[in-house]
């Protein structure tokens, strides 16, 4: 029997933690793991006090201890690194860009056994410090997949789904909708957030929908295309492919950034599309917003590429792999000392 003592940094209302731990555990469970998940505590000292103490506790009775994304500083991270058998750590972007973390980051991608990262570009990052690296996309869970068909002269609906801080990057597609108006396409555009947007500049109507998984889902079940603009800089290359699956798990064409991971999971007129500057951004909403045809035959491929490596049943099947090979080595281990 392998046990493993999960350190997730977030509870499960953020999706971080909630896509790489919380919704793994049923999966894992069917597979045989033990798992016991140690959510973060409250800031209160008593319910601190007793975190630590299960943690160290933890520590002692699993094979596996696998910390999710959470910056332990050195002295803390050092005393569980003495008593775990097994250490790994997990991150899904590039969290190495916060100046004050990077080298905390840095020292405890040297000391674990193996470091999980959700794409190639983190884990070329982590390779610098750790020979031991697996990439392990962020799963989406799989839906019933029907296409969506507007209704004739119906206006192509557009959506963006992120939290608020990220909606500089849909800003940047300020002029895009100006000129779409301009040139007499027909688009609506849902914002699924957490606070309401508006263009910097322009005064094109957005339909913002306050962020719930019910809001989110119903949105997705009607929407004709996903748009995820980004910024070509390390933080936005180091993030994972969670927003482009979701469109792709509900059979939405995608246009987005060649940024990072993106790069490689859409493959350019097959199952998504890309934009860079404004006049892409522009011939691309235009191309899908009038084809209904190339629209159905994007978002189906789409849909193939996610069922096919992306989904809890891959994802978590792959999980449970590296983590009973850590699992058996602990037990070794800890046989040969004995």
Not at 5 to 10: G, S, T
Not at 198 to 207: G, N, Q, W
């Amino acid at each position: 029997m392998y046990r493993i003592l999960f350190l997730p940094l977030y509870d499960e209302s953020w999706a971080s933690s909630k896509y790489r731990v919380y919704k793994h555990i049923p999966y894992l469970q069917e597979q045989g793991l033990v798992c016991t998940v140690l959510r973060p505590p409250e800031k209160r000292t008593i319910p601190r006090l007793v975190y630590y103490v299960r943690l160290f506790s933890g520590c002692l009775t699993h094979q596996v201890v696998f910390i999710q994304k959470k910056i332990f500083r050195p002295p803390l991270f050092r005393l569980i690194r003495l008593l775990a058998r097994k250490l790994i750590f997990d991150f899904d972007d590039a969290i190495y860009c916060y100046e004050e973390d990077e080298r905390h980051i840095q020292f405890i991608l040297s000391q674990v056994d193996r470091v999980l990262v959700a794409d190639e570009h983190l884990a070329r990052y982590a390779r610098k410090f750790n020979d031991q690296v697996t990439v392990l996309p962020t799963p989406v869970d799989k839906r019933d997949y029907r296409y969506h068909v507007p209704a004739n002269g119906e206006a192509v609906k557009i959506a963006w789904i992120g939290r608020p801080w990220n909606h500089r990057y849909l800003a940047l597609l300020d002029g895009v909708f100006e000129r779409l108006k301009a040139k007499g396409v027909k688009v609506t555009l849902y914002v699924v957030s957490g606070e309401p947007f508006k263009f910097p500049r322009s005064d094109f109507p957005v339909i913002n929908v306050p962020w719930s998984e019910e809001a989110e889902e119903e949105v997705l079940r009607q929407v004709d295309i996903g748009l995820i603009p980004l910024i070509d800089d390390e933080w936005s290359r180091g993030k994972c492919a969670y927003k482009a699956l979701i469109f792709m798990s509900h059979g939405i064409p995608v246009i987005a950034s060649p940024v990072g991971v993106k790069a490689e999971l859409v493959r350019e007129g097959v199952n998504g599309l890309f934009a860079s500057r404004e006049e892409e951004w522009v011939e691309k909403i235009t191309l899908l917003a009038t084809d209904v045809e190339l629209r159905r035959k994007i978002g189906e491929a789409g849909y193939r590429t996610f069922s096919s490596a992306y989904t809890f049943e891959v994802v978590s099947g792959k999980l449970a792999q590296m983590l009973r090979f850590e699992a058996r080595k602990a037990k070794s281990k800890s046989l040969d000392v004995g």
